[in-house]
Structure formats: structure tokens, C-alpha cells
């Protein structure tokens, strides 16, 4: 390739999302079309949409596609597909049929194109579904993602509006994918950082919704581009309580900390402190770990609302499973989010 794919992007992965303060502006007042069978929509909006089909079968659907965030173009398809992929698990879905989204621009090689559908193909038959087929557009700016369609019970779904007061909160994945792809691109990379970052960006969300789902979640969603404290202000505006956050207990990827204090950040931390900052509350948490839970995710790990209760027949199961598992906080009566 003559031309990095990142040097085509003008911000890359999660990062590139729409502000989530201005989507929630956009979106207020639409209301859907009346539909006894939308199970879920905008009203609230969550991961995906859930469409019961009967009494046992119901279609979660999503779609997310971003700019390259990597300059491998196999990685990018894997991370891209990754990233849609999850949302479904999110929901608590099995993935069954992906659509590709992509716009190229015509400069590239058909070997780059080629090599990120093939990455993306592998990725939703590892996950249980099949790629077959999408839609090209030209453009000057790459992006590549799927639509997704999976199968959930419609009892079975799980949503990010009903955490309850006494639930421990957990996540499945650390945090730190944004600020060490931009340090990388600042010439400040960590070599097993981004390493690492590369691994869990393309680390399915499966095996750990299936390790949770005999534990019936009260809440699920997954972390991604609005950061660790605009997704915990979605669940907990949603479900009406207070989400405490341990700041120390944050788990973070090599070298994510280290970039954080050098003063590195990505245009999503911005967007995420507009949306959240005046929900949340910081009780003595210092600069470099409140830059980690503003951080925009790429394909990032399910934060799960669970009764405290489970938390330790949980610890285990996820522990004989060698699934990444960390406890973060708790739920309490009361609104808004506190990191301390």
C-alpha cells in the first residue's frame, strides 16, 4: 500500500461516533411507529433493536461500522466486525446473518479491500453467524462495518434500563483502547500495550454472554464509544438509580495509565465529558484515571448489573473459564454516576 488506511481517516474506531449528547437531541421527540412487537426501539434506545417474531423466537438487529483505526487491513476487518458483533451479545442475542457496510476509496488495492472482507467473514463465523453480502460505496474516507441480525427468547433479552439498587457491577474487559491507539499515533506507543489493546479489540463478547446468561443479569450493555462513565450514566439514567464507580479499581491496559498522565487524548474524551460530566460525581480520583473512564472504547467489554448475590458463584464461573472479569462498583438508590 502506498497510503496507510489511518492516514485516509480523520479519527478512527469508537472514537469517530456522533457526540451521544447530540444524538440525544436528535432522537428526543421521535417517536416510532406503534408496533405491539417492538420489543425494543428508541423508547428507550439500547445496544440494538428487538423484534419478537412469536412466542419463542425474537430478531435482535444493529449495525456499526467507523473509520480504520489501524493500518493492517485484516486487523481493521476483524475489529470492525468485532465491534458490531458485540452488540448483539450485548442484547444477550446469538448472532445468525451479517451484512457488510463499507465505502473505499477507488485508490485503494483490491488486495486491502479484499483482506478486510475476508477478516470481517472469518470474524462473524467465529461468532456463529455468516457474512453474506453488503453494499459498497466510493469514498475518500475508508469505513467498514456490519449490519447484524441475531435471535434472542423474547423474555430472554437483556437491556441497559434495569440495573437495581444492591447489584454489583462488573466488566468483562479493561479499559485504555483509545488512548493508546491515538498515543501510537503521536509517536508515544506502547509496544505490549497496543499489543494487548489489538487482542481484546478483537476478543468476541460470546463466551463471557454465555458464561452470564445462567446468572440472569438484571442489566447489560457494552462499553464502547461514549467511554466507562457515558455508558454507566446510560444505565443508570435508564434504570432510574445511582451507579459508584471505584476509580482504583478500574482495570487498565498496559500502558493506558502512562498515556493518560503524559496528557494524551482522543476527540472522543471531549464529546464524553460533554454528555456525562454533569452527571457524574469525582470524589479525589486523579487526572490519569478519570481520563481512563472518559476514554472511548472500541469494541469494548459488557458491563453487567448483577445481583450481589451471584457475585461470587459469578467470580468463579468466569475464573475456570479464564474470561476477563472485574468488579467495578455497585448499584444504589439515588441518580447520576460517582467515581471514587
Known amino acids: 500500500m502506498s497510503v496507510k488506511l489511518t492516514d485516509l481517516a480523520k479519527s478512527g474506531g469508537c472514537a469517530a461516533k456522533y457526540s451521544a449528547a447530540r444524538l440525544e437531541e436528535l432522537l428526543r421527540g421521535f417517536v416510532p411507529a406503534e408496533a405491539e412487537n417492538l420489543l425494543v426501539g428508541l423508547a428507550p434506545a439500547d445496544d440494538a433493536a428487538v423484534y419478537r417474531l412469536d412466542d419463542e423466537r425474537a430478531l435482535v438487529f444493529t449495525l456499526d461500522f467507523f473509520p480504520p483505526l489501524v493500518d493492517d487491513p485484516a486487523l481493521y476487518g476483524r475489529i470492525a466486525a468485532t465491534n458490531a458483533l458485540n452488540d448483539v451479545f450485548a442484547m444477550g442475542g446469538s448472532p445468525l446473518l451479517a451484512l457488510s457496510i463499507a465505502a473505499f476509496p477507488e485508490s485503494l488495492p483490491n488486495e486491502t479491500l ?60 479493561p479499559l485504555g483502547t483509545g488512548l493508546l491507539l491515538h498515543a501510537a499515533r503521536e509517536g508515544q506507543g506502547n509496544a505490549a500495550g497496543l499489543e494487548e489493546a489489538y487482542g481484546w479489540m478483537t476478543t468476541l463478547n460470546g463466551p463471557a454472554a454465555d458464561a452470564l446468561r445462567p446468572f440472569l443479569p438484571n442489566a447489560v450493555t457494552d462499553v464502547t464509544g461514549f467511554g466507562l462513565l457515558g455508558h454507566a450514566h446510560e444505565v443508570a439514567s435508564r434504570s432510574g438509580v445511582r451507579i459508584v464507580l471505584d476509580a482504583a479499581g478500574l482495570p487498565a491496559m498496559t500502558g493506558a495509565l502512562a498515556a493518560a498522565a503524559a496528557g494524551v487524548r482522543t476527540g472522543g474524551d471531549g464529546r464524553n465529558r460533554d454528555f456525562a460530566r454533569a452527571h457524574v460525581e469525582t470524589v479525589g480520583v486523579a487526572d490519569d484515571l478519570l481520563a481512563l473512564a472518559y476514554d472511548p472504547q472500541t469494541a469494548g467489554g459488557l458491563l453487567i448489573s448483577l445481583p450481589a448475590d451471584k457475585t461470587v458463584v459469578l467470580e468463579a464461573t468466569f475464573g475456570a473459564a479464564k474470561l476477563g472479569l472485574w468488579r467495578v462498583g455497585q448499584v444504589e438508590e439515588g441518580d447520576g454516576v460517582s467515581l471514587v
Do not use: C, M, N
Open 114 to 173: 479484499a483482506a478486510i472482507f475476508a477478516a470481517a467473514a472469518d470474524q462473524v463465523r467465529v461468532a456463529g453467524g455468516i457474512l453474506a453480502g453488503g453494499h459498497t460505496l466510493r469514498d475518500e474516507e475508508p469505513k467498514y462495518g456490519l449490519a447484524v441480525i441475531g435471535t434472542v427468547h423474547p423474555k430472554g433479552f437483556w437491556s441497559k434500563s434495569t440495573a437495581r439498587p444492591g447489584d454489583a457491577i462488573f466488566l468483562t474487559k
